[in-house]
Nanobody, 119 residues
Framework: QVQLVESGGGLVQAGGSLRLSCAASGRTFTNYVVGWFRQAPGKERELVAR????????YYSESVKGRFTISRDNVKNTVYLQMNILKPEDAAIYYC????????????WGQGTQVTVSS
């Protein structure tokens, strides 16, 4: 079983930065893909970034490419999402999730952390 705990959300002005953290307990992320999703009120949940733990290869949605950076810390078993040049449309609840590399669905989810961006 994998437990995921997000932190780092908060209120920031447009143009500002936040760093989200996703810490795992119960096992390491070896053989896992870890993704950051977000869901704004009235909108569908969307994948904004993911990282393959073993080789660190990232993926970004077009809406955040060039502004967000996903990274990992092998020692702390933690995945980060550095969010820069935040826009009001980035406001949402951000969730981290994990799936095995060969799995189609994310099996483990955190509780979410709120990001609010004021204009």
């Amino acid at each position: 079983q994998v437990q995921l705990v997000e932190s780092g959300g908060g209120l920031v002005q447009a143009g500002g930065s936040l760093r989200l953290s996703c810490a795992a307990s119960g096992r390491t992320f070896t053989n896992y893909v870890v993704g950051w999703f977000r869901q704004a009120p009235g909108k569908e949940r969307e994948l904004v970034a993911r990282i393959t733990w073993d080789d660190g290869s990232p993926y970004y949605s077009e809406s955040v490419k060039g502004r967000f950076t996903i990274s990992r810390d092998n020692v702390k078993n933690t995945v980060y999402l550095q969010m820069n040049i935040l826009k009001p449309e980035d406001a949402a609840i951000y969730y981290c999730a994990a799936r095995l590399v060969w799995a189609g669905a994310y099996a483990y989810w955190g509780q979410g952390t709120q990001v609010t961006v004021s204009s």
